[in-house]
């Protein structure tokens, strides 16, 4: 499996960007996490293989969405109304075993990509 993310960049405050993460490999849940200048990775969005099933931090719901286009191998985070808090690197990863219920830990996924600098500007 691997994973290409890209789309990161830099923006203001209450702008939008989508970031990108081309899967090969096969199609598994995903999920995006990131990670800010001297703090740990943290949980971002979660997508199931279908697309069907998502969910988010509460630092980011009603304001980032994740999907997906299998026929592409693509998985989408779409961000809206970013803030300054927003900015990090930020990682997609795949979770090759699908059984499970908890999908909000790094150790929950198997694979990761080279990650994606978003910085937003105040």
């Known amino acids: 499996v691997q994973l290409q993310a890209s789309g990161g960049g830099l923006v203001q405050a209450g702008g939008s960007l989508r970031l990108s993460c081309l899967v090969s490999?096969?199609?598994?849940?995903m999920g995006w996490f990131r990670q800010a200048p001297g703090k740990e990775r943290e949980f971002v969005a979660t997508?199931?293989?279908?697309?069907?099933?998502?969910s988010y931090a509460d630092s980011v719901k009603g304001r980032f969405t994740s999907s997906r286009d299998n026929a592409k191998r693509t998985v989408y985070l779409q961000m809206n109304s970013l803030k300054p808090e927003d900015t990090a690197i930020y990682y997609c990863?795949?979770?090759?075993?699908?059984?499970?219920?908890?999908?909000?830990?790094?150790?929950?996924?198997?694979?990761w990509g080279q990650g994606t600098l978003v910085t937003v500007s105040s």
């Open positions: 990863a795949a979770r090759t075993n699908p059984s499970g219920s908890q999908w909000s830990s790094t150790t929950d996924y198997d694979y």
């Open positions: 490999g096969g199609n598994y849940r």
């Open positions: 997508i199931s293989w279908s697309g069907g099933s998502t």
